[in-house]
Structure formats: C-alpha cells, structure tokens
C-alpha cells in the first residue's frame, strides 16, 4: 500500500508540474497573439513529441521531458548590423549570435515582416515575457488562499497541551526533573491540561503570540484567567526567570539562541486554524519574501549540497529540492498517518511552492530566463528615451542575441546545479516530518 501511495503521490505531482508548465507558457501565447506576434509552437516539455496539433497557425503538442516548456516566437532577435539573419561566422562565439539570430527566423513566411517579436515596443515585449512568470505567480497565490483560508495552518494556541513540573533551562534541552529543579509556576499555581487562557494580568489575550510576549515580560507575581469545564478560574503563579529560545521580530524561533526571560511552564496546544484574507495575504506576503531571500541565497547552498550528495554532510531543511525532490516529498505526503484533508492541503501547498520559485527563478535578469528578456527590453527602452532626451539618434532595438554566449554559460551554470540538486535528491533526500 506504502508504494502505491508514494507512486500515487509522484504521479499526481508530474500532472501538477504539467498543469503549472503549461499555464505558465499560455502566459507568453496569450499576450503574444494579443500583441499580432505569430507563435508557430506552444510545447509542454522537451525532447522528442509525444503529442502535437496544428490549430490555426500554431502546433500545440507534449514532449517526452517534463522539465519546462516553451512557445517559439517569430524574430526574437533583431538583424545583424548589416541586416543579415543567417549564420556566417567562423568565430565560435559570434556563431553562437548568429545561430540564435537564424534560429529566430527559420520559420519566417510572407507577412511575418510586421509580426516579429523584435518589432513590438519594449512595454509589449515585457508583458509577453512576465506574463509567463506572472501566471505561476498567480497559480502559487491561488492555491495557497485556497488552503489558507478554507482548511488552515497548525497554530499554537491558548489552551493548556501539558504542564512542565519543573523549571528547566531551555538551553539544557531535556524535558526530564531532576533533584533540584525548583516546581513550574504554572504547575505551583495548579494550571491544568485543557485550560485556555483568556487574560493575563486584567487583560484579554486572543492568540498565542500576544500570550507568549506577555509570559516573557513578567517576571513575579502574575494573574493567570483561564476557561475550564465552562467557568472562569483566575489562578496566580509567581513567574520565575528562565533561560528561553529567542526570538526574531516575527516571533519566530532562533535556533540554538536563548534568552532569560520570563517563565510560566506549559505547552500551547496547536490547532488547524483557518486563517482570515487579510492573515492568508499576510503569511503569503512572507512566503514570498522568504522565497526571495532563499533564491538569492542560492550560490551559497553549493558546498552544503555537494557535502550532502558526495559526502557525509547533513542535507539540510532549507536545501534546495528538484523536481525529482519535490515528486519524492509528494509521494511521502500521500503516506501520512493524518486526515485525507490534511494530506490534501500539504500537497497542494507543495504544489505553491514550486509555482512560487518558478515565478522567482524565472525573474532572474539572465538570459535565457524570462527575467533577461525583461531586462533587454528594459534597457532598449532606456535607451531610446535618452536618445529623445539629448536629442540623438534612435539606437534602435537591442541586440539581446549579442549577449548569448553569456546565455549558454549562464544556462551551463543551471544544468550544473540542476544535476548537483538531482544528485542530492537521490542519495541524499529533504524528508518531511
């Protein structure tokens, strides 16, 4: 059943990673077409076609690799200095300009001269190329509303899971009383499982995080108003100081940081907590950002990565995973001993994550990304505009295929990583908890 289930897991993902492939690629074709730019291919995949179909002017069709996809568009490049599309030069990095250049033209037809990519003004150009991004951006945000708000996340909240006995330093790391620890506030004040904590010292708290900072703050004689069996209880604990994890400015925990503070002695109780829009915008805000911060981290991953897959290195929680390490966590997802609809929402936020980092990924200012394209659109239209500003010439369009032997050692540099990454995931996978 194990296996079925974590092959049930892998399949369901491959379909996910199709579905995200191609509304990412019906971006570009769609503001494309809208722009008069002929598009003779939109193609899910790579390697050979499994599947094609010639509707209009364009083939639509499935290829053997799901590792990306792409829409072949008409005069990509401009023409040579000269005006010439095809290739001539014996110098290998020239012959990769002129190679691209031709590439761009080899399907042009009669007609095509006022269709060209090329052509179309830089604010065009770069809506063609973000709305792939943006479609996976809006796929990412969709779903993780979804299971924000109709399903939740676990969240601590302000009923009693357990009493501690004693008082025990954080930093020691053992949840066992020894001779000596002197007794829990909490357990002294006679605090019980089950309780919720409605106020603190006269004032009402609603959520763990306010409770929490309030705990920390106190240090002596405290008022504690808990809900049992229906009734309200005020009990008293004497909170004591104690050597607690720090926290950041989020309230999130910092590993192996601790802090003296003030100390009550119980285990909040987690729940799955539906959140509000506004509290789902939030947490999405976050996820972006953390998302950002985590591309942008991404060269300094390598020797973790390498010390994970060729030797005895931990691989870490925040490792980058693959497409083969995104199937693998899929697959252990559908076996886990929790509700169906638990096992629902953990895949599709898998699912939103991965449509996040390709939106982030593919924003990146390097050709052969969408981010380069961007940024050649961007500077031509600079460009021009200081041309019309000291009253100069019009440069022209830029010449983005001038910069692709950047392209192909940009794009060796992925391929590396990327096989680095499908390594890791192999010998070495991310596990969920």
């Known amino acids: 059943m194990t296996v079925l289930l974590t092959i049930l897991g892998i399949a369901l993902f491959a379909v996910g990673l199709l579905i995200s492939i191609a509304w990412h690629e019906l971006g570009h074709l769609s503001t494309a077409k809208l722009f008069g730019i002929r598009v003779p291919q939109y193609m899910v995949g790579f390697g050979p076609t499994l599947w094609s179909r010639t509707k209009g002017e364009t083939e639509y069709g499935i290829k053997a690799i799901p590792m990306g996809g792409y829409i072949r568009m008409i005069g990509m490049f401009p023409p040579g200095e000269d005006g010439r599309i095809e ?54 945000v969709a779903i993780f509303l979804g299971v924000a708000m109709s399903f939740g996340f676990a969240t601590q909240t302000t009923e009693v899971a357990g009493v501690q006995k004693c008082i025990i330093a954080q930093s020691e790391k053992r949840d066992t009383c020894a001779e000596g620890d002197k007794v829990s506030p909490a357990h002294a004040a006679g605090l019980k499982a089950g309780d919720r904590v409605v106020a603190f010292n006269g004032e009402p708290v609603a959520d763990w995080p306010t409770l929490s900072a309030r705990i920390r703050e106190t240090i002596g004689p405290a008022t504690v108003t808990v809900e049992r069996d229906g009734q ?112 629902v929402a953990s895949f599709l936020l898998v699912l939103a994550t991965f449509n996040l980092s390709l939106f982030l990924f593919n924003m990146l200012p390097l050709l052969p990304l969408d981010g380069g394209h961007i940024a050649g659109a961007l500077w031509e239209s600079a460009r021009r505009h200081l041309a019309r500003l000291f009253r100069r010439p019009d440069p022209g369009p830029f010449d983005v295929a001038k910069l692709m032997p950047v392209a192909y050692v940009v794009a060796g540099v992925f391929i590396c990583f990327t096989v680095l990454v499908l390594l890791a995931d192999i010998v070495n996978p991310v596990k969920i908890s």
């Open 87 to 140: 290739a001539r030069s014996t110098s290998p990095w020239r012959g990769m300009i002129e190679d691209a250049r031709s590439a761009a033209y080899e399907e042009l037809q009669p007609g095509d001269e006022k269709r060209l990519f090329y052509t179309r003004k830089p604010w065009k150009r770069v809506i063609v190329m973000f709305a792939g991004p943006f479609m996976n951006l809006v796929l990412a």
């Open 232 to 343: 309200r209880l005020d009990l008293e604990p004497v909170l004591e100081e104690n050597m607690v994890v720090a926290k950041d400015a989020d309230g999130e925990a910092i590993p192996d940081k601790y802090v003296p503070a003030g100390y009550l002695g119980f285990a909040a109780k987690t729940e799955i907590v539906p959140l509000s829009f506004g509290q789902s915008v939030d947490r999405m805000g976050d996820m972006i950002q953390d998302g950002a911060h985590a591309v942008v981290a991404l060269p300094g991953k390598v020797p973790d990565l390498w010390n994970a897959t060729f030797g005895d290195g931990e691989r870490k929680a925040d490792s980058p995973v693959g497409i083969v390490g995104a199937a693998r966590i899929s697959g252990e997802v559908m076996n886990l001993d929790v509700p169906t609809q638990n096992i």
